[in-house]
């Protein structure tokens, strides 16, 4: 299983709403991302898990919640967002720092 | 600071032909590089990687080329098809970069029919 699955597919939402986007992994990798893409620019880190402990954290706003429950799951709370958050949502996951980085299909996510 | 660059925004190919994707890096210590293809609104797909005790890797249609005094890489496709075209991107890390891989700005690529 070299998949990385990433629910909902797609997610509207208000400003106001409070939302989850979730990850699953079943390859044992023991770092997972969450990365925000937009249309024609390159995925853009947001936060990396290492061993479920928060490694990386590009200051991305407090609206953004990430949660790693345990070693295969990944979450990102949403809460209070701006139009301007909308974009693609993609989680990844390896295995060593130089190993390849398997992403999941993404969710995309509208902000009204 | 772009550590990772594709200063070729967009590349038209006839089926049948090479396709030759360039990518360029700052970072020295960079050691293990991949080339990801994305269709729109759905996830990069890993194509395939090279690591810096390398200068090539095949895979298929797929070679990668590795140039570190130059800090340069290439993806050629050889023959371009249709279904090629999309974005690609390129992407490195380091082993000291805590699992953070940095990545290009993309290259669209079409290949005419």
């Known amino acids: 299983d070299t998949e990385v699955t990433q629910t909902p597919k797609h997610l509207v939402m208000g400003m106001t709403n409070k939302k989850s986007l979730k990850c699953e992994q079943h390859?044992?990798?023991?770092?997972m991302y969450w990365y925000k893409q937009k249309a024609k620019k390159p995925p853009e880190l947001m936060f990396v898990y290492s061993y479920e402990k928060l490694s990386i954290n590009e200051s991305v706003p407090s609206r953004f919640s990430p949660e790693c429950p345990n070693s295969s799951l990944l979450n990102l709370h949403l809460h209070a967002l701006q139009p301007e958050d909308s974009a693609l949502y993609l989680c990844a996951s390896s295995q060593f720092s130089t190993g390849e980085l398997f992403f999941g299909e993404g969710s995309r996510l509208t902000v009204l | 600071d772009q550590q990772v660059k594709q200063n070729s925004p967009s590349l038209s190919v006839q089926e049948g032909r090479i396709s030759i994707l360039n990518c360029d890096y700052t970072n020295s210590m960079f050691d293990y590089f991949l080339w990801y293809k994305k269709y729109p609104a759905e996830g990069p797909t890993f194509l395939i990687s090279i690591s810096s005790i390398k200068d090539k890797n095949e895979d298929g249609r797929f070679t990668v080329f590795l140039n570190k005094s130059a800090k340069h890489l290439s993806l050629h496709i050889v023959p371009s098809q249709p279904g090629d075209s999309a974005v690609y991107f390129c992407?490195?890390?380091?082993?000291?970069?805590?699992?953070?891989?940095?990545f290009g700005t993309g290259t669209s690529l079409t290949v005419i029919p």
């Open positions: 992407a490195a890390s380091a082993w000291d970069t805590g699992n953070q891989f940095y």
């Open positions: 390859m044992g990798h023991r770092a």
